[in-house]
């Protein structure tokens, strides 16, 4: 007959040792993802004025004034997010947004803006003012070809230096408004959001497809006026940058939080 207080014994410390490992779990879990560091590059969608604004670089820009560091719109909300949901998690959020910016900017700053701030997770989000420009100028075609493998030698770097690094890509987009009035721009911009569409699934990185959003947003309100959305055809309002920060959670925001 079996010794039932050795079978108690023998229960009793089974189950203390699974809550001791539940309570450890559930203290850690905090621990172990906490200190990411996650980096938001674009243009002036991104940017939104943080330390200073402008034109200027990320060194000149004031990086102390908690009133401004991330400037404002979707780069901010998802910030606030995080940082107010998880704070024993010590998140760090970088703003590297510079307005005007194309990819050859961002190329050039690329090891002081990215690869300096060593990020786990990097959110990119570039091209309109690529398309602006190329409208602007007397160039009868745009290099798609170009823009793509100087897109992709960023992300090789990337991966080279932080191969577990999590790379975002966010489609480019436009609409019809006081900045968008040469038929060409929605067009060209359309290919430029498929072209990063396209290098995501090339380097199995993640794809957040704002392009896509705000269509989808113009299908579901038909009665809202475009410039509801982006006021100038280019820059997104106060609503559609809650709109965008609710996507971006949606597809990206598991990396924040989930375990080094």
Known sequence: MPNLNIINYCTTN????????????????????QGKRILFLGDSITDGNWGGGGVKSSSERNHWDQNHLFGSGFMYLSAAFYMGGYPEYKLEFFNRGISGNTLDDLSKRWQEDVLDIKPDVVSILIGTNDIAQFVQS???????????????????QTLEKYP???????TPFVARGERVKDERYVSLVTKLSVEVRQLATAYGVTVVDFHALFAELENEHPRVASDYWLWDGVHPTAAAHQKMAELWRSVAGEYVTEHK
């Open 138 to 156: 007397e160039k009868k075609s745009f290099d798609y070809a170009l823009w793509s493998q100087t897109y992709a030698t960023l992300i090789q």
């Open 164 to 170: 577990d690094v999590r790379i975002v890509l966010c």
């Open 14 to 33: 089974a189950f203390r040792s699974v809550l001791v490992l539940c309570i450890m779990l559930i203290y850690t879990s905090g621990l172990l993802a």
